[in-house]
């Protein structure tokens, strides 16, 4: 699996590179225009602030500062989770083309993951919220003993409780994990088979099920491998932004003004931007190419994908691989 992935990615590394740099480019550049517009909007709130003016800061500077940097976090939190998913779906989209050896353009993936990239967000919230239940069920019903404990005055009741608690935890994690295992292909079958989410969640428990061990094995690996590179990419960015704090530059005073500190943090915010994109160039495409060839190496193990795949490669290829038909036509 890990194999092919490398291989696909460096056949097909023009559009995979190319609409993750595309997307997560025009995120960053989100990101980076909203810091300009929030740091020069709390520029002189921030002198007031740092200035040795006697009481603490008011209401009426606080609030400027937390306004500007909230919309900047939402900005970025759409800005990115919106590219995250496109490129999500343009994953299996060159893949659907890479498992017939056939080029794809930049304009058919952008095409054709478009076109699917709501679905996947919403195979990706749905997935998010059946992991979340039992956890939020888990975690609500201990804070509710662990007040009513309190309230009694039971203080000899709270180290068992909280015992419990740990051991709940312990237990509700490799269920969420379970969840997260049995769902990881429905963001390719949304766009291999063009299911609906709730129809993709299905079928991915469907393809997973009596290969679940195999499935979380291969897909931990290849997240832990995404992570390692990544860190990698961004190791020397971070060493860039240690250096200020090495040295004491002249024209930069013991007491520096709130532009000074503004302009150093967002050189600094800068850098971990650049250090972001280049790693996600990596990050966000190969785990899903290592999902997508686990989608396909399941359905030719249980479904004989291989003829429907050689058959499709001898004609048009249709725009989405659905299940091959019974093997009596």
């Given amino acids: ?83 995250s998913a496109v490129v999500q779906a343009a994953v299996p989209v060159v893949l659907q083309e890479a498992v017939l050896g056939r080029p794809i353009r930049f304009g058919e ?6 076109a699917r990239v709501w679905s996947v967000i919403g195979t990706v919230f749905l997935t998010g919220l059946i992991m979340l239940v039992p956890m939020t069920l888990f975690l609500a019903g201990f804070a509710g003993l662990m007040i009513y ?13 909280i015992a419990v608690g740990l051991i709940g935890a312990l237990l509700i994690g490799p269920f969420a994990v379970w969840l997260w295992v049995r769902f990881s292909l429905a963001p390719t079958v949304v766009v291999f088979e063009g299911q609906s989410p709730v129809a993709a969640l299905r079928r991915s428990a469907q393809l997973v099920r009596g290969t679940w061990w195999r499935v979380f094995g291969v897909g931990l690996l290849a997240y832990v491998l995404a992570s390692m590179i990544g860190y990698m990419i961004q190791m020397p960015f971070q060493m860039i932004g240690m250096l200020p704090g090495l040295f004491d530059p002249e024209d930069m005073g013991a007491d520096p003004s709130g532009g000074e500190l503004i302009a ?21 495409i190969f785990p899903p190419l290592v999902t997508g060839l686990l989608y396909v190496d399941l359905r030719m193990r249980t479904e004989n994908l291989g003829p429907v795949l050689a058959e499709a490669a001898g004609s048009t290829l249709p725009e989405q691989y659905g299940p091959p038909p019974p093997a009596h036509v």
């Avoid at 490398?6 to 960053?28: D, H, S, V």
């Avoid at 943090?265 to 990596?282: D, E, H, K, P, R």
């Fill in 1 to 83: 699996m890990l194999s092919g992935a490398f291989t696909t990615l460096g056949r097909y590394w023009k559009p995979l590179i190319g609409m993750a740099l595309t997307l997560f480019g025009a995120a960053t550049l989100v990101m980076i225009v909203a810091l300009v517009v929030a740091a020069s909007a709390v520029a002189s709130q921030w002198d007031e602030l740092t200035s040795d003016s006697p009481g603490s800061p008011t209401s009426a500077q606080l609030v400027p500062l937390g306004v500007a940097f909230g919309v900047l976090m939402v900005l970025g939190l759409i800005s990115y989770l919106l590219a």
């Fill in 109 to 114: 993936v952008w095409k054709r993951a478009w």
């Fill in 149 to 161: 404990t309190i309230s009694l005055g039971d203080e000899d009741g709270v180290m068992p409780l």
């Fill in 264 to 284: 150093l943090f967002g050189g600094l915010m800068l850098v971990s931007f650049i250090s972001q994109l280049i790693a996600q160039l990596f990050t966000a």
